[in-house]
T-cell receptor, first 112, second 113 residues
């Protein structure tokens, strides 16, 4: 399977609720990044977490990284309708050179 | 989003046409990328340029030809494409290589008829 697999594939929640998305990967990484993409648009970088970091915050976003389990999670707190988008994790493997490997994404729908 | 621009935003071309996609970044970055995004598939890296030198060519068919005349501009020349090449083509830039966050343009929606 692909390096950087998101779970779930789709998530539907109500405004104000928290949304948690997970990412698993297979090989050792230098860092892991999360991106957001609104329908048919370019990706927007959200947060980068390095392999020696365990948790990082940015506004309503919280990212955790567990290198022993090769997994990461993205938590969006107090979600808003504007958070509706696809969310991708991307890994920068230690043997992948300049390549970022993206997962297939989680489609988040926040209902007003 | 205005840090990386792409033109055109939409393109419809026949299989015998030749067209070019243009990307420009206004961020002073040294690395630029082309990605292909097809429905139901992960983002696929096509090419990577660092300081105008191609550093990665991810087994892309020769009907796609990149060009990077300077660190701010990146082109993707297209010729004799196939219908399966229809996709969203995304350009990105980053301060350098490796391990940096990437900044994406809005993409060109390409339809090959």
């Amino acid at each position: 399977s692909q390096q950087g697999e998101e779970d779930p594939q789709a998530l539907s929640i109500q405004e104000g609720e928290n949304a948690t998305m997970n990412c698993s990967y297979k090989t050792s990484i230098n860092n892991l990044q999360w991106y957001r993409q609104n329908s048919g648009r370019g990706l927007v970088h959200l947060i980068l977490i390095r392999s020696n970091e365990r948790e990082k915050h940015s506004g309503r976003l919280r990212v955790t990284l567990d290198t022993s389990k090769k997994s990461s999670s993205l938590l969006i707190t107090a979600s808003r309708a504007a958070d509706t988008a696809s969310y991708f994790c991307a890994t920068d493997g230690r043997t992948s050179g300049s390549r970022l490997t993206f997962g297939e994404g989680t489609q988040l729908t926040v209902n007003p | 989003e205005t840090g990386v621009t792409q033109t055109p935003r939409h393109l419809v071309m026949g299989m015998t046409n030749k067209k070019s996609l243009k990307c420009e970044q206004h961020l002073g970055h040294n690395a630029m990328y082309w990605y292909k995004q097809s429905a139901k598939k992960p983002l696929e890296l096509m090419f990577v340029y660092s300081l105008e030198e191609r550093v990665e060519n991810n087994s892309v068919p020769s009907r796609f030809s990149p060009e990077c005349p300077n660190s701010s501009h990146l082109f993707l020349h297209l010729h004799t494409l196939q219908p399966e090449d229809s996709a969203l083509y995304l350009c990105a830039s980053s301060p350098g290589l490796p391990n940096y966050e990437q900044y994406f343009g809005p993409g060109t929606r390409l339809t090959v008829t």
